[in-house]
């Protein structure tokens, strides 16, 4: 499976941004999905997670109602609309997949990783 993000960019605060995520191969609906991100220097950081079938979500504290993760089964997509954006959303944002159809914050519990798009938020 390849993975590849678009849709990052700059934003000021408070703004929105929609990320997509395009996947190749027929499975794409069988893989429990999430979005993470990155600051330089730092861990990589879960942000949300969707399941297979899109019925369940979790979130990040941080960007619970802000920020909704979704997915479209047939055209293979994963997406994450970011709204009321902040400062310290600014990061490098990866999705991924996992072949286990749990949820999971974890990030060594994904098996496929696109490259990140970048996001940044100005004061």
């Known amino acids: 499976v390849q993975l590849q993000a678009s849709g990052g960019g700059l934003a000021q605060a408070g703004g929105s941004l929609r990320l997509s995520c395009a996947a190749s191969?027929?499975?794409?609906?069988?893989?429990?999905a999430a979005w993470f991100r990155r600051v330089a220097n730092e861990e990589r950081e879960f942000v949300a997670a969707?399941?297979?079938?899109?019925?369940?979500?979790v979130y990040h504290d941080s960007v619970r109602g802000r920020f909704t993760i979704s997915r479209d089964n047939s055209g293979n997509r994963l997406f994450l609309q970011m709204n009321d954006l902040k400062p310290e959303d600014t990061a490098v944002y990866y999705c991924?997949?996992?072949?286990?159809?749990?949820?999971?914050?974890?990030?060594?519990?994904?098996?496929?990783w696109g490259l990140g798009t970048l996001v940044t938020v100005s004061s």
């Open positions: 191969g027929p499975k794409f609906r069988e893989y429990g």
């Open positions: 969707i399941s297979f079938g899109g019925g369940t979500t």
């Open positions: 991924a997949l996992r072949s286990d159809l749990g949820l999971t914050k974890k990030s060594s519990s994904y098996d496929y």
